[in-house]
């Protein structure tokens, strides 16, 4: 191991070590940074920042973690980060790039003083080669300008959550010889692996691979394989040839274990690797899973021939305390959540999300729906529809071999006259990727929905207008109209506060629904009765392919003004600091997730009451459940269908009551008080 200089990391020194000697140089550039909330660079002309000014801090980052949910708005702006590299002399004839996972929303880059090229675009990572802009063997300048201020030709442009500034993701100095597999196409590994053929008995794979070179491909070849959870290698190609910077590499493999969603995610590790004058000069290693699937318009979603009902839930890229700055830590957190809730599919919305979502997708056994971020309200022109044909592109070639993903979504609550764009939105999904199906989120019926594979609907019956009971009528109504469509729901719920409460929430509540969700009471009850019958009314209709909850997550949206909590979208299964799980939640563990007992009761944090008489509500995953107040038994029920059990109008005494129920699942209890 060679001396490295010294802007490593300890974690870069430690990737370094763990690469072999063959493969590219992957540098963490995460640490060292200066920023400061202005544009700086340049002054009055691009130049670089000086990379000692400004406050030190290490990504990822985004300078709105402190004022996202301020009433004052958060800021939309400049915002300028600087840094050195010492780039060794040996880095001389060698080749390095920059990756960045993601910048909001334009990005302006910077080496030496020269001006690298920008990004428009907030959620998509993008590569820029400075090969030509440094200078081995000395200090060389890093000046990255971002700027998350409404840009009509960058989407998105409007929508119910908050567009933060900065490098709120990893970035990476990626260094290679000469020949390489590219990181320039569109950003991605430079490597789509097409599953032409995939069943139980046979998977024909081809491997697309762009190739680049600082002079000709004389020489280059490239070899392809797969190999198994063991590490065996069990199909591969083992030479051919570049052609115009491509090589398309074939492989098959008799009975293959098929990826199975979350009953059996199994990942096969796919190697690239190019060979100059028969010695290796890079590779590229993925892990990927075979598996096939549908939708039929009357039977629902297939996975490797078997139905299954795909239970999902909507998740933005915002936490309380950090905006959109989250850390494989806080990823992890989330999914740990969808895995205690028993979700099967995630819709992560509305934009592509970071890269390791879709890892750990793949390796937990999610089935996804991701999408760009056209979204709302927009002004129309041809730079911003060229900007969402940009995004789609960098969303499907950088996220391709990822068998979580089924869904590519095209827009959601569009209200214009979008059919061209959707229509080439549409064509080119098809034209990069056959094997997806497209999708349209709508909360309106436009001709437009019809264009894409599947359409699904927001809906929130309810809670912004009708009842609950509209929601199955709704259902029945679309899909008799429409035989043909493949239908999903893509957004439902409604709010709840872990802070707001009543005794009672039935049928006689829902009245001027639309006005009760834009005030400040939003009891946690209500979001619970509009979560039950939601799913109750999904659960029953097979040809809904799939459903998703809005939200996982309590977030961040500066146009809010409701709830316990201004500047935030309280429709979450959880709170927005990831720490109180709402009754809804509970509802949806005890239907979903049926390998641990769950036995909740609901209204607990009711802890104070002025109305003696109230109803009482729990979810079990047992047949039947035991209910006590103050250590008396008080009834017996049996779960219905969907895990509930309900004793109305129940009497406290003046005082405390000690509320239990109990079940072969357990026991759960709270202490409410009638004054």
């Given at each position: 191991?060679?001396?490295?200089?010294?802007?490593?990391t300890?974690?870069?020194v430690?990737?370094?070590?763990?690469?072999?000697?063959?493969?590219?140089?992957?540098?963490?550039?995460?640490?060292?940074?200066r920023?400061?909330?202005?544009?700086?660079?340049?002054?009055?002309?691009?130049?670089?920042?000086?990379p000692?000014?400004?406050?030190?801090?290490?990504?990822?980052?985004?300078?709105?973690?402190?004022?996202?949910?301020?009433?004052?708005?958060y800021?939309?702006?400049?915002?300028?980060?600087?840094?050195?590299?010492?780039?060794?002399?040996?880095?001389?004839?060698?080749?390095?790039?920059?990756?960045?996972?993601?910048?909001?929303?334009?990005?302006t880059?910077?080496?030496?003083?020269?001006?690298?090229g920008?990004?428009?675009?907030?959620?998509?990572?993008?590569v820029?080669?400075?090969t030509?802009?440094?200078?081995?063997?000395?200090?060389?300048?890093?000046?990255?300008?971002?700027?998350n201020?409404?840009?009509?030709?960058?989407?998105?442009?409007s929508?119910?959550?908050?567009?933060?500034?900065?490098l709120?993701?990893d970035?990476?100095?990626?260094?290679t010889?000469?020949?390489?597999?590219?990181?320039?196409?569109?950003?991605?590994?430079?490597?789509?692996?097409?599953?032409?053929?995939v069943?139980?008995?046979?998977?024909?794979?081809s491997?697309?691979?762009?190739?680049?070179?600082?002079?000709?491909?004389?020489?280059?070849?490239?070899?392809?394989?797969?190999?198994?959870?063991?590490?065996?290698?069990?199909?591969?190609?083992?030479?051919?040839?570049?052609?115009?910077?491509?090589?398309?590499?074939?492989?098959?493999?008799?009975?293959?274990?098929?990826?199975?969603?979350?009953?059996?995610?199994?990942?096969?590790?796919?190697?690239t690797?190019?060979?100059?004058?028969?010695?290796?000069?890079?590779?590229?290693?993925?892990?990927?899973g075979?598996r096939?699937?549908w939708?039929?318009?009357?039977?629902?979603?297939?996975?490797?021939?078997?139905?299954?009902k795909?239970?999902?839930?909507?998740?933005?890229?915002?936490?309380?305390g950090?905006?959109?700055?989250?850390?494989?830590?806080?990823?992890?957190?989330?999914?740990?959540?969808?895995?205690?809730?028993?979700?099967?599919?995630?819709?992560?919305?509305?934009?592509?999300q970071?890269?390791?979502?879709?890892?750990?997708?793949d390796?937990?056994?999610?089935?996804?729906?991701?999408e760009?971020?056209?979204?709302?309200?927009?002004?129309?022109?041809?730079?911003?529809?060229?900007?969402?044909?940009?995004?789609?592109?960098?969303?499907?070639?950088?996220?391709?071999?990822?068998?979580?993903?089924?869904?590519?979504?095209?827009?959601?609550e569009v209200?214009?006259?979008?059919a061209?764009?959707i229509?080439?939105?549409?064509?080119?999904?098809?034209?990069?990727?056959?094997?997806?199906?497209?999708?349209n989120?709508?909360?309106?019926?436009?001709?437009f929905?019809?264009?894409s594979?599947?359409?699904?609907?927001?809906?929130?019956?309810?809670?912004?207008?009708?009842?609950?009971?509209?929601?199955?009528?709704?259902?029945?109504?679309f899909?008799?109209?429409y035989?043909?469509?493949?239908?999903?729901?893509?957004?439902y719920?409604?709010?709840?506060s872990?802070?707001h409460?009543?005794?009672?929430?039935?049928p006689?509540d829902?009245k001027?629904?639309?006005?009760?969700?834009?005030?400040?009471?939003?009891?946690?009850?209500?979001?619970?009765?509009?979560?039950?019958?939601?799913?109750?009314?999904?659960?029953?209709?097979?040809?809904?392919?799939?459903?998703?909850?809005?939200?996982?997550?309590d977030f961040?949206?500066?146009?809010?003004?409701?709830?316990?909590?201004?500047?935030?979208?309280?429709?979450?299964?959880v709170?927005?600091?990831?720490?109180?799980?709402?009754?809804?939640?509970?509802?949806?563990?005890?239907?979903?997730?049926?390998?641990?007992?769950?036995?909740?009761?609901?209204?607990?944090?009711?802890?104070?009451?002025?109305?003696?008489?109230?109803?009482?509500?729990?979810?079990s995953t047992?047949?039947?459940?035991?209910?006590?107040?103050?250590?008396?038994?008080?009834?017996?029920?049996?779960?219905?269908?969907?895990?509930?059990?309900r004793?109305?109008?129940v009497r406290?005494?003046?005082?405390?009551n000690?509320?239990?129920v109990?079940?072969?699942?357990?026991?759960?209890?709270?202490?409410?008080?009638?004054?």
């Amino acid at each position: 191991m060679r001396n490295r200089p010294s802007f490593l990391t300890a974690a870069a020194v430690f990737l370094l070590l763990a690469l072999p000697s063959h493969a590219r140089e992957v540098i963490s550039l995460n640490d060292s940074w200066r920023f400061t909330p202005a544009r700086v660079a340049g002054m009055n002309r691009w130049g670089g920042a000086n990379p000692n000014a400004g406050e030190p801090v290490s990504l990822p980052h985004t300078w709105n973690a402190a004022d996202f949910m301020s009433n004052e708005g958060y800021r939309r702006g400049y915002g300028t980060y600087a840094r050195q590299l010492e780039i060794p002399e040996d880095y001389r004839g060698k080749r390095v790039f920059l990756r960045f996972e993601g910048a909001g929303s334009l990005a302006t880059v910077l080496v030496n003083n020269q001006l690298v090229g920008e990004h428009r675009g907030p959620y998509n990572a993008f590569v820029f080669e400075i090969t030509d802009y440094l200078r081995p063997g000395a200090a060389n300048s890093l000046t990255v300008i971002c700027n998350n201020e409404p840009q009509f030709d960058i989407a998105p442009q409007s929508g119910d959550f908050n567009l933060y500034g900065g490098l709120y993701r990893d970035v990476w100095m990626e260094v290679t010889g000469p020949e390489c597999i590219s990181p320039l196409y569109f950003g991605s590994c430079g490597v789509l692996i097409h599953q032409n053929l995939v069943n139980e008995r046979r998977a024909e794979l081809s491997a697309e691979v762009h190739v680049s070179s600082t002079g000709d491909f004389r020489g280059c070849e490239v070899a392809f394989w797969l190999e198994d959870a063991s590490g065996r290698e069990v199909a591969g190609k083992k030479s051919t040839l570049v052609n115009n910077g491509i090589a398309t590499c074939f492989v098959g493999l008799d009975r293959p274990h098929l990826w199975n969603g979350k009953e059996d995610p199994y990942l096969y590790k796919a190697v690239t690797v190019l060979k100059k004058d028969g010695v290796e000069v890079d590779r590229v290693e993925e892990q990927i899973g075979l598996r096939y699937f549908w939708v039929d318009a009357e039977k629902g979603f297939f996975l490797n021939g078997r139905h299954l009902k795909l239970q999902g839930v909507c998740r933005h890229q915002d936490w309380a305390g950090i905006a959109s700055a989250l850390t494989k830590e806080n990823h992890l957190a989330d999914f740990d959540l969808f895995d205690e809730i028993g979700a099967n599919a995630l819709r992560l919305a509305h934009y592509p999300q970071a890269k390791f979502m879709f890892q750990e997708a793949d390796r937990r056994g999610y089935v996804v729906w991701e999408e760009i971020p056209f979204v709302s309200g927009y002004v129309a022109s041809q730079a911003f529809e060229d900007n969402l044909r940009l995004q789609l592109r960098e969303m499907i070639l950088q996220n391709y071999n990822h068998p979580s993903i089924c869904f590519w979504g095209l827009q959601n609550e569009v209200h214009a006259d979008i059919a061209a764009i959707i229509g080439d939105l549409n064509d080119i999904a098809h034209g990069l990727d056959p094997g997806r199906m497209t999708v349209n989120a709508t909360d309106q019926e436009l001709p437009f929905i019809h264009t894409s594979d599947g359409v699904a609907w927001n809906k929130y019956y309810g809670w912004y207008y009708d009842t609950v009971g509209d929601f199955g009528k709704f259902l029945d109504d679309f899909h008799a109209q429409y035989p043909d469509d493949r239908l999903g729901i893509s957004e439902y719920g409604g709010g709840g506060s872990v802070l707001h409460h009543v005794s009672k929430y039935g049928p006689a509540d829902e009245k001027d629904v639309r006005a009760s969700s834009r005030n400040r009471f939003h009891p946690e009850e209500k979001q619970t009765y509009l979560h039950y019958h939601d799913w109750k009314a999904i659960a029953e209709r097979d040809f809904v392919w799939g459903s998703f909850v809005w939200n996982m997550f309590d977030f961040a949206s500066s146009m809010r003004k409701e709830g316990d909590t201004d500047n935030q979208n309280d429709k979450g299964l959880v709170t927005h600091d990831r720490k109180t799980r709402k009754d809804a939640f509970y509802f949806y563990k005890a239907n979903w997730n049926k390998s641990e007992p769950t036995m909740h009761l609901c209204s607990k944090n009711f802890t104070e009451r002025e109305e003696p008489v109230t109803d009482i509500v729990a979810f079990s995953t047992a047949p039947s459940v035991k209910l006590y107040i103050n250590g008396k038994l008080a009834g017996t029920a049996r779960t219905d269908a969907y895990a509930t059990v309900r004793w109305e109008d129940v009497r406290l005494s003046p005082g405390e009551n000690t509320v239990t129920v109990r079940s072969a699942a357990g026991a759960d209890s709270a202490v409410w008080t009638v004054k």
